[in-house]
């Protein structure tokens, strides 16, 4: 089975600076998706950013971007210029690509405090 | 145009009894998904489907009866409410496997209180 670990149960940030959001996953397989979904107080689902395990280079969205090191298990994310929309809760999570029924399995989440 | 609605957005209701959360997705996707968000905020899959089949079904106690009468809609219906099952219930969608788009997308959840 797949786990999912974010140590940082809360990070704050000022306006405009830069945040690091880390997230490490334990897993056997090596065909895999990771993401990172933002929950904002609205409650809702949203995708940030999705990376596939066998591509090297790192994605990127917009201020977003994330830091894969596929060995270390490592998929932290990058909000560059951070903006007060970015307030929300952050959830690393992972996909099985084979034999899982794209079951997402979430770590247990970040809360992000941007400041004024 | 809403992607995955739905309904209601917040449910409060009696220990025993029997509610429904209804989820429809209007993206042409083959697999839907119920999630469980607690009150740590902890999110965990429930069920998926895929063309109205059963996929995965995440050791879910066997109150919780998911129904998919076509692909564009999973219900979740669950019998007998018990105090914990109050949190938040995501329904998702995704296309099937084996396609590059496996990017799942979430309805707005639904908030179930039981007291």
């Known amino acids: 089975a797949q786990t999912v670990t974010q140590s940082q149960p809360e990070m704050s940030v000022q306006e405009a600076e830069t945040v690091t959001l880390s997230c490490t996953y334990d897993?056997?397989?090596?065909?895999?998706?990771l993401f990172w979904y933002k929950q904002p107080p609205s409650r809702q689902m949203i995708l940030v950013i999705r990376q596939e395990a066998y591509k090297q280079q790192n994605a990127t969205e917009n201020r977003f971007s994330v830091n894969f090191q596929k060995a270390a298990k490592s998929f932290s994310l990058k909000i560059s210029d951070s903006q007060l929309g970015d307030t929300a809760m952050y959830f690393c999570?992972?996909?099985?690509?084979?034999?899982?029924?794209?079951?997402?399995?979430f770590g247990g989440g970040t809360r992000l405090m941007v400041k004024p | 145009d809403t992607a995955v609605s739905q309904t209601p957005k917040y449910l409060v209701t009696q220990m025993g009894n029997d509610k429904s959360i209804k989820c429809e997705q209007n993206l042409g996707h083959d697999t839907m998904y119920w999630y469980k968000q607690d009150s740590k905020k902890f999110l965990k899959i429930m069920f998926s489907y895929n063309n109205k089949e059963l996929i995965i079904n995440e050791t879910v106690p066997n109150r919780f009866s998911p129904k998919s009468p076509d692909k564009a809609h999973l219900n979740l219906h669950i019998n007998s409410l018990e105090l914990g099952d109050s949190a938040v219930y995501f329904c998702a969608s995704s296309p099937w496997l084996w396609t590059s788009l496996d990017t799942q997308y979430f309805g707005p959840g639904t908030r179930l209180t039981v007291l």
């Open positions: 999570a992972f996909m099985n690509r084979v034999n899982a029924g794209n079951m997402l399995t």
């Open positions: 897993t056997s397989e090596s065909n895999y998706y």
